[in-house]
C-alpha cells in the first residue's frame, strides 16, 4: 500500500546538509588520525549527498547544489592508457612496506572544474583487467554493499578483485620481502571527501551566492533561487 509522503521543510534540508558534512568533517580527522576504517563512513556520507536513485534523491539535488561546477583535484585519467592507473592516490613506501595515500591538494597540477556528472562518473582508477571505476563506482561499492550501509554476502567482482587481490599490481621490494599494499578504496574514499567536503561546504556556497543565479534571472544566487539558505543570510 502506498504511503502518503510530507514534504521537508527548506531549512530541514538545509540542516541535513549541515550534519552530513559535520559527519564528513570528523570522519576524514578520524582517517588523518589512523583510523582508516572510517571510510565506510565517507562513503555513506557521499552516496546520500550525490546519489539518485528512483524517488530517493541526493541531498545535494534536492538543494539545487549539483549545478555547479566541482573543483576535482588530481591527475587526469587517459583513456588510451595501457597501464593500471589510480588518479586519486599516490603511494607512501616505509619499513612495513607500501600503502595507499590519497593526493588531496598536493601536487603540482591545477586542479580541474568539472561538472558535477563528469566528477562524479569521471573514471579514477583502471586495473590490469582493465575494469575501470568512477567515483560513483567507488562509493556504492562500499556504502550499498561493503559495509557502508550494508554487509552484502557477496560483493561485486570487479571491486572485489580491486580490493583483495592487487589488480593495480603495485607491490614493493624491500631486501627481497615483497609487499602488496591493501586495497585503494579507503586512501579514495579520503580523496573524493575533500573534494566533496570543498564542494558543499558553506564558503563554497557563499561564493555561488555571489554569482548571478544558474536560472538567468540576473540577480544574485543569494536573493534568487538561494535565498532560503541560511548562512548566506
Not at 549545478?67 to 588518479?87: K, M, Q, R, W
Not at 586519486?88 to 607500501?98: E, K, N, Y
Request: aromatic letters at 10%; proline letters at 6%.
Amino acid at each position: 500500500m502506498k504511503q502518503n509522503r510530507v514534504p521537508v521543510s527548506n531549512a530541514n534540508l538545509q540542516e541535513k546538509l549541515k550534519n552530513q558534512l559535520r559527519h564528513l568533517k570528523r570522519s576524514m580527522v578520524a582517517f588523518d588520525g589512523g583510523h582508516e576504517e572510517v571510510y565506510e563512513q565517507i562513503a555513506i556520507c557521499l552516496r546520500i549527498l550525490f546519489h539518485s536513485k528512483g524517488q530517493s534523491k541526493a541531498l545535494a539535488n534536492q538543494l539545487s547544489l549539483l549545478e555547479y561546477p566541482v573543483i576535482a583535484y588530481g591527475f587526469t585519467f587517459f583513456p588510451d592508457n595501457l597501464i593500471p592507473e589510480s588518479c586519486l592516490t599516490a603511494m607512501r613506501m616505509g619499513h612495513d612496506g607500501i600503502s595507499y595515500i590519497p593526493l588531496l591538494d598536493q601536487i603540482p597540477i591545477p586542479p580541474r572544474q568539472l561538472s558535477f556528472q563528469n566528477w562524479w562518473e569521471e573514471p579514477v582508477i583502471r586495473d590490469n583487467k582493465p575494469k575501470v571505476f568512477s567515483r560513483k563506482d567507488l562509493v556504492l561499492n562500499i556504502a550499498e554493499t561493503d559495509g557502508g550501509g550494508h554487509v552484502d554476502s557477496g560483493l561485486d567482482e570487479d571491486y572485489f578483485n580491486l580490493k583483495n587481490l592487487n589488480t593495480l599490481g603495485w607491490s614493493s621490494n624491500i631486501n627481497g620481502e615483497v609487499t602488496e599494499p591493501r586495497g585503494p578504496e579507503a586512501a579514495n574514499m579520503r580523496h573524493i571527501a575533500f573534494e566533496a567536503y570543498g564542494y558543499l561546504s558553506d564558503s563554497f556556497i557563499r561564493t555561488i551566492g555571489n554569482r548571478p543565479c544558474i536560472c538567468d534571472s540576473g540577480r544574485k544566487g543569494r536573493y534568487c533561487c538561494l535565498k532560503e539558505f541560511k548562512i548566506l543570510k
